[in-house]
């Protein structure tokens, strides 16, 4: 039997063919992968890059696997994981309970993003906003895995994040998924919705303290778009916090935050002799 060529063997010889030179990575937000890691970017030769990875994910006909790419959302390029067997999603956010990355960060910090993208990281909320803006519109996707490996995920469509001049103000529309709703919901003056975003230096809450500031166990809450102060907190990184899906009573190990265009459909490729499902 004739082994297929890899899809990335593939790629490489199309930008070859293309005449496409495999020059030195450059990206804005290169303090997110690791020097010894830029060689796990997949596309690195791309001479017109996608605007995010659902855009990726249709150029090579749905066959692009999970990994780092350079995308394009703004006037730079960027790095970016893409989670290109759930349906092309960008991820922006990424934790593990009890991380060893420091989610306590300025604003600085959580405007260009920290972290490793191929773990816990926060991608940036200024290519938050340059993703979410358009032209088309966006999607936010929120994925919870608990102690017991149950995994529920929640979308919100539309999403826009504002720019900074706005705080970088959060805007979501009809919810849908397995998860509680504990952005758009009003539970005790906890409607993240609307809301500005909050760091440790940067107090943008309708609290009379600091939620970034507030610790549980020691750990600051991190930045986030609080109220006064959260139903849901997704960078505390001692206790990944989703009203009643995460909690100190009812542990999370994993949660992502990823965005992608609304109104797409899920292509599962399953591989060369079998049928792809919709």
């Known amino acids: 039997m004739k082994t297929p060529i890899s899809w990335l063997a593939a790629v490489g010889l ?9 020059e030195h990575l450059k990206a804005e937000n290169l303090n997110v992968i690791p020097p010894d890691q830029h060689n796990l970017v997949l596309n690195p030769g791309m001479k ?3 605007r995010d990875c659902y855009e990726m994910l249709m150029t090579s006909s749905g066959k ?14 960027i790095v970016a994981y893409c989670a290109m067997q759930e349906g092309g999603w960008t991820v922006v956010q990424h934790i593990t309970v009890n991380s060893s990355v ?3 960060r300025t604003w600085a910090e959580y405007k260009q993003g920290f972290g490793d993208v191929t773990g816990d990281h ?15 519109r966006y999607k936010l996707g929120v994925k919870l895995v ?12 539309p999403v826009l994040v504002e720019d900074e001049s706005s705080g970088y103000r ?7 998924g397995t998860t509680v709703d504990a952005l758009t919901l009003d539970t005790e003056n906890y409607l993240h919705d609307n809301q500005k975003f909050t760091t440790k230096d940067k107090d943008n809450d309708n609290y009379f303290q600091n939620c970034a500031k507030l610790e549980f166990q020691g750990v600051p809450g991190g930045g986030w778009w609080y109220d006064a102060c959260a139903g849901a907190n997704l960078n505390r990184r001692n206790v990944i916090y989703w009203q009643k ?33 919709l």
Not at 146 to 157: F, L
């Open 102 to 104: 420091n989610f306590d």
């Open 146 to 157: 608990d102690q017991d490996a149950i995994t529920k995920m929640g979308e919100y469509d």
């Open 122 to 136: 926060w991608l940036g909320n200024e290519y938050l906003h340059q993703l979410t803006r358009g032209p088309g």
């Open 245 to 277: 899906d995460c909690n100190k009573e009812r542990l999370c190990k994993y949660a992502w935050m990823m965005v992608r265009p609304s109104d797409t459909v899920k292509l599962v490729y399953s591989g060369d002799c079998k049928k792809d499902e």
């Open 64 to 77: 692009a696997r999970d990994g780092v790419y350079l995308i394009k959302p703004g006037d730079s390029p």
């Open 48 to 50: 017109v890059l996608p």
């Open 14 to 22: 199309l930008l070859c063919a293309a005449g496409v030179s495999m």
């Open 170 to 176: 959060l805007r979501l529309g009809l919810f849908q």
